[in-house]
């Protein structure tokens, strides 16, 4: 959950289950003074897989706001997916996967955004290619700009 810098909107994100696809990433902005809905933002990978919210930042100016979730595909299985919205109307701004060296397992933990503006920090676990088994993650951190 993240806070508009103004104190106006509160943005919350997860899953939600469609009839046409698996989970899809879910991120709902809500007036922070009486709860009532702004928007609702769903993405659904182009193989209608796995995808979750896992984390949400909004950019110091209060013009965007940044997903950071997991996301599932029929190549790559898991990859670090962020997000980019327009704040106001919850438009889709920008998507960016991560798919770390062993095309395996790869979940974001957290997102920062730079208090400056300018960038915003995706960081979680990624299987390195030398990984026994291919299953012991290690640390992966993405900055994009915005």
């Known amino acids: 959950m993240a806070v508009s810098p103004d104190a106006s909107a509160v943005f919350v994100t997860g899953s939600s289950f469609s009839s046409t696809s698996d989970s899809d990433a879910a991120t709902v ?5 009486d709860g009532a809905t702004r928007w609702v933002a769903r993405y659904d990978g182009p193989h ?15 013009g965007r706001v940044f997903v950071s979730g997991l996301a599932t595909s029929a190549v790559t299985a898991f990859d670090f997916l962020t997000l980019f919205y ?12 991560y798919d ?43 900055i994009y700009r915005t």
């Open 29 to 33: 902005a809500y007036e922070a003074d």
């Open 48 to 62: 209608h897989l796995f995808d979750q919210g896992d984390a949400v930042g909004v950019a110091p100016d209060g």
């Open 86 to 97: 327009d704040a106001a109307s919850g438009t889709q701004l920008r998507v960016e996967r």
């Open 100 to 142: 770390g060296p062993s095309h395996a397992f790869d979940a974001p933990n957290a997102i920062a955004v730079n208090p400056l503006g300018g960038a915003v920090c995706v960081t979680g676990g990624s299987t390195g290619p030398n990984e026994p088994g291919g299953d012991a993650p290690d640390y992966a951190t993405v």
